[in-house]
């Protein structure tokens, strides 16, 4: 185990395992994944929502043994909560569902996702990969950057990030 793993340098603890990191949009799901030390988060696929997206996701979690699903908040700029973080919301409990239902206790969590889609096509188009067609990288591109963020603050923190759905809060 890495010593930021276990606290030993004195840093707060991180939780170790895979997480799956989630941009939940209204055609289709990126969906990015982090290695067990939690250091880098990288892209796995997009799926297209609809009839099947949220047993393709529960695959995805029991093929990568992940230990928690980040889901990407669409928050306002001021912060607040609008129809699309309802929407995402929903989406985020009928996951976690569906997880139960398969006898997968795997922790759901809310995090801010406020400018990574922005941040995503930034970066895509920096390295001359952003093309109308490829709307699927960008959605695997923002839920890199929703899983990065929040793995990056949980280790700044040594606290799980976001809410975790189902939690008061």
Do not use: N
């Given at each position: ?18 997480r ?53 908040l ?28 398969r ?67």
């Amino acid at each position: 185990m890495s010593d930021v793993a276990s606290g030993i340098d004195g840093g707060p603890r991180f939780r170790p395992g895979v997480r799956l990191g989630v941009d939940v949009g209204d055609v289709r799901i990126g969906v990015a994944r982090c290695d067990t030390d939690g250091l880098i988060a990288t892209p796995v696929e997009t799926v297209l929502r609809g009839q099947g997206d949220l047993d393709r996701l529960a695959d995805l979690a029991a093929e990568l043994d992940a230990v928690e699903i980040v889901v990407g908040l669409p928050r306002s700029l001021s912060g607040g909560l609008g129809p699309a973080a309802d929407k995402v919301i929903l989406y985020a409990v009928a996951l976690r569902d569906t997880l139960c239902s398969r006898g997968r206790e795997v922790p759901v969590r809310l995090v801010d996702e406020r400018l990574t889609t922005v941040s995503a096509e930034r970066v895509l188009r920096e390295r001359g990969r952003l093309r109308r067609r490829q709307r699927a990288v960008v959605d695997q591109a923002a839920a890199v950057v929703i899983l990065q963020h929040a793995i990056d603050a949980e280790r700044s923190t040594g606290r799980p990030p976001g809410q975790e759905v189902g939690q008061p809060s």
